[in-house]
């Protein structure tokens, strides 16, 4: 069975951007329901057009799974045809409940891991099952986010300062009690270009709408962006001898969460150390 985890990695090492990807999809759109007994099943049913993601999930677990389709009436459609993966291991479901998908529901519940894990692969696994990549209306680039996680939201956030330069705060909406975090333009290009990155595990679609954000171009009579504060090797020194994302963002005019976002990239290698550049 080992021959289905990538380069010899434990199953669910989240520092291997596969796992990352695929407990940031499951956190958002999987379900882990247990029955009587140790009985029990983890499932993620989406549309059938992306089948091809769940026969990945397949590959990339080391337990017996399946991928079936679905067909059935809905209020929203006349027929609904779904694809669902489906894992009902005792072991593989005790691993993924002690990570932090929970059994039950869980929209308000789920965090980012504890640990190191690979931050932008595990965002896009949320954002592929929870998110929305392409153009406005109007024709502008977005990059968007609806979650019931505080934790989830407030990641995203952080993440989108680090990468975009550009800062939100979020609010949930007054009816129905979620957050939607909306980046657009400039900054949902430098989202997209860093999230779906060449290679990388994702719905294939949204890496083709991700990509295609990169031919917008500003109309010369819109008003500037604002440009982003890009980090330099002396404010990751100085990030890393205080080592407090805190006193950092007071010695450098910054804000807690870019350092501590920041310090997050360096220590995992996500970004090189001043050293290295």
Known sequence: MAEHEPSGHQFMDLRVPE???LFGFLQADGHLSQGSGQKGRLSAEISVRDIDLLRQF??????????????RSTNFAETSHTAVWSLCSLEARTLLSKLGLPYGRKSRTISPPHGEFA?????RGVIDADGSVGYTGKGFPFVSLTTASSAIGHY?????????????T???????????????MEAAQRLAADLYYRGCLCLKRKQAAAESLAAWVRPTEMRSAYTARRWTATEDRILLKLNSPTAAAEALGRTPQSCNLRMWRLRSGQVPRPSQQ
């Open 19 to 21: 796992y990352a990807y």
């Open 170 to 184: 979020i609010k949930r909406n007054a009816r129905e009690g979620i957050y939607n975090v909306l980046y657009a």
């Open 119 to 123: 931050g932008r692969d595990y965002l």
């Open 58 to 71: 397949q590959e990339l677990t080391p337990f017996y799974s399946s991928v079936s389709e679905r067909t």
């Open 156 to 168: 995203f956030c952080d993440y989108g300062t680090q990468v975009a330069g550009v800062q939100r």
